[in-house]
Every structure is written in C-alpha cells, then in structure tokens.
C-alpha cells in the first residue's frame, strides 16, 4: 500500500503513461503508476458517490513530482471542480507544471495556497497558471512568503473575475509559524491588487517594521517601510472595494532581540495610508491591531467630517484614548449612514503605562448616550462597560432605530406590491408587521423588495 493509494488496478496501469508521450520514450515510473492509481482510486470514487471528490492533494503531488501528463489527465476529469487548495512546499517548477497541465474552459472558482514561498521565476508561472483560470473569483494566501525580486517578475495577466483575496501571514505563537519563515507576503499581494479590482479584501498578521528601529535583524516576515508604503498606494487603487479587513496586523520594533508592538505614530498600515476613506468601502474591521488611541480618534473623527457612506465599522481589540470615546460621539452625531459600530475588548493604559482593558465609565456612556438620541441610522453599538453602569437610555435608541429600519422595510415592500393602498393603510400594516419583524427579517424584505423593483423597471423600459 503507498501513500497516495490503497491499490493498484488495471485501469490506472493502462492510464499510467499520458497518451502523447510514447512508452519508448518515457516508461512508467514507479511515481507515475502511483499517482495513476490514486488518480483512478478518485474516479472510482466518483462513480460510486456521483459527486467530485476533492483531488487538491493529487494536484500537490502532480505538481512536487512534475508530473504534467497525469496531472493535465486529472485536471481534465475535474475540469468542473469549484475548489482547489496547494500546499507547500514547492518548487518554482511545480508552478510551471500545473500552468502546462490546466485545460481550456477550467471552471475553478476558489483556490487557495498555503505554506509557500515564490521567488521571481515561481511568480511568473504561478501568473500563468492564473491567467488560466477565468472563472477565478476568490484567491486566498495562506502563510505565503514573496522573496525580493517578486517585484521584478513579469506582469500577471489582468483577474478581471477576481471579487475576493484573503492573505494570513502566521506570526509568533500562531500556528504553522516557523521562525525560518522570513519572507512577506507583501509584494505578492502588491503585484496581485495591480491587476484585479476586488470587492472583498482581508489582509491579517502582517507585521510592520518600524521606520529607524535600529540595525537589529528583525525575525521572522516583517513588512518594510517601503512596501507598507507601495501597500498602501495599491489599496487606495482599488476603486470597487465594499469589505476591508485588516485584522492582528501588527507595527514591530526590535528590542534586546525580541519583537514587540510599538504605539507610536505613522508605523502602522492605517497609520500610513487612510484606507478608511475609500470611497467605496462599505465594511472596514480594523479589529486586534493594537492601534494607539489617538489613531481610533483620528479615524472616528475624519469619517464623521468626510462623509463616509460606511455601514460597519469594527474597531475591536485597539487602545481607547482620553479623546476616542468624544470622537466616537462626534461620528454618531453627524453621520446617518452606519448599522453597526464595536469597540470590543478594547485597550487602554493603566499609570504605569502597562496595557490594561478598558471598560467604559458612565461619563463616557452618557457622551455615546446623547449622541445616538440625534442618530437615526445606527442599530448596534458593541462595548464593555464599567460594572453598574445603565445602558438603558442607549438601549432604547438603539431599539428605537432597529424598529424604524424595519417599519421602513415594510413600507417599502407595501408600496411595490402593486396594490393601490392609501398611505395612512400602508403606515397601519407596516407598524403592525414590524412588531413580528427581526432586523434579518427586515434585511430580507429590503433585499427581496430591491430584486422585485429592478425586475419590474426592466419589463417596463
């Protein structure tokens, strides 16, 4: 029994050495039949259960063994197949046998790549096995390293299906980190956004090196003030974004050999580029970065002058500052356009200057309070508080705009039904449904009603 397969049979013998390769000139190896016969083991497989098994392992083997015959064999079979995941490690020429083996017309949706790293050769084919996917929609890099020179490589062919792309890079203490690990994904990520517009990024655990942070090496994958910088520009290019996640990333200095968050201005992603006025942007979660106080209040404050058409906004796991809370009620006052605002296991810093949690008081409270009584639009509000503080005040405005957004939702679908009802039967029926009426129910109504209005306008025009 191998590795890859419980048997051998005559079926995956016969198919053992690819059709346009001649025996004579490359027999059948002891690799070749046993991949053969996994490969048949999934076919088997298939027929028996009449769905697509997942072949990504196969894939990965094909692909360490530069078996093109096979794997274009196994990528032809599974020509349908939505999800595929590689992972390391590779060479760069197991980039160039997958690129060679892909058929016309392959279907993949979703891939995902983990526990690798690319120099320049293995990016320019990994760019040619992409151009060869046009049905690609979501791309995700799972602890993936970019060595210098990935800049270099030629262009990547335009990922115009592309809608979603995910980076996580392991840090210490994460699982699957390696401290032989030096490389960031940062400018694999860099030439990708310059040839997609996507709708939904997520970029978590980068690690941002501090500007004159000393000559010490830093271990492990940092991301250098340079790239942190061309990061940011590639960000602000995307002009169809609505979801941004940029989670657990962290700004690093060395210190007596060790790696340690830093709190001061300017190291950070966000503190570099204000990727929180992308005018797109619908969804930002800036959760777990430890971000200073003064840089929550700095972003609370220019999204309530700039108008952002934001809906969510997830600040959970950053320090909370003496001005952070006033900032906070000062967007609640002037904007009209968030759902949901968190500030969850937030941080703050005791007299010592140690990092400590950070409850909110009841002064605090009563400046959120006193916000949310002039705000329409804001249906959940996420913090922890001081024990024994009263909420019920916030609650209430809370309640009171959840209730609006769901007599607005009826109303809505009420005046689309195509029934001529006056406006005072429309306000009864709405008040009456919005009593039974969850906020998803609500969601729903407004999304269907949405669907059935543009449906009607197009058999009209």
Not at 54 to 59: A, G, I, M, T
Request: proline fraction near 4%; glycine fraction near 8%.
């Amino acid at each position: 029994m191998n590795s890859l397969s419980a048997s051998l049979n005559p079926f995956a013998l016969a198919r053992a050495v690819p059709t346009n390769v001649p025996d004579s000139a490359r027999p059948p190896s002891s690799k070749t039949r046993e991949l053969m016969a996994a490969f048949d083991e999934l076919v088997c497989d298939f027929n028996s259960k009449g769905r697509l098994p997942d072949p990504s392992r196969l894939v990965c083997e094909c692909m360490k063994h530069d078996e093109v015959g096979v794997l274009r064999e196994v990528l032809a079979f599974f020509k349908e197949m939505r999800t595929l995941r590689i992972q390391g490690p590779l060479d760069g020429g197991g980039w160039g046998t997958l690129a060679n083996a892909i058929p016309h017309g392959f279907t993949l949706a979703v891939l995902t790549l983990s526990d690798l790293v690319f120099d320049r050769f293995a990016a320019e084919l990994l760019f040619q096995a992409l151009g060869k996917m046009p049905a690609l929609v979501d791309l995700s890099l799972h602890r993936v390293g970019a060595e210098a020179g990935v800049m270099d490589a030629s262009e990547c062919p335009a990922l115009k299906q592309l809608n979603t792309l995910s980076v996580v890079e392991a840090g210490f203490g994460e699982p699957g980190y390696a401290s032989e690990s030096k490389d960031s994904v940062c400018d694999l990520l860099i030439k990708l956004l310059g040839v997609c517009q996507v709708q939904n990024l997520s970029i978590n655990g980068l690690r941002f090196k501090v500007s004159g942070s000393g000559s010490g090496k830093l271990e492990g994958p940092v991301v250098t003030v340079d790239q942190n910088t061309r990061l940011g520009q590639a960000l602000c290019r995307q002009s169809e974004l609505q979801v941004l996640r940029i989670k657990r990333c962290r700004a690093l200095v060395h210190v007596q050999d060790a790696m340690n968050p830093v709190q001061g201005s300017g190291h950070h992603l966000v503190q570099k580029t204000p990727v929180y006025e992308i005018p797109s942007l619908r969804l930002l979660d800036l959760s777990g970065n430890l971000l200073p106080g003064r840089t929550t209040a700095a972003i609370l404050v220019a999204l309530g002058q700039g108008g952002t058409c934001l809906r969510h906004l997830n600040l959970s796991g950053n320090f909370i500052g003496d001005s952070t809370v006033a900032a906070m009620a000062f967007l609640l006052m002037k904007n009209r356009t968030l759902l949901s605002l968190s500030f969850e296991d937030a941080k703050g810093r005791d007299i010592h200057g140690a990092k400590v949690e950070h409850l909110v008081t009841q002064g605090e409270l009563k400046q959120l309070t006193e916000a949310l009584e002039h705000n329409t639009s804001l249906r959940r509000l996420s913090f922890e508080a001081t024990a024994g503080v009263d909420r019920r005040a916030l609650l209430a405005c809370l309640k009171r705009n959840r209730a609006a957004f769901r007599f607005s939702a009826l109303r809505a679908m009420l005046n689309s039904s195509g029934y001529r009802l006056s406006n005072d039967l429309v306000d009864h029926f709405a008040e009456e449904g919005a009593r039974y009426l969850d906020g998803r129910d609500a969601l729903n109504l407004s999304s269907v009603n949405k669907k059935a209005l543009d449906a009607r306008h197009r058999l009209l025009e």
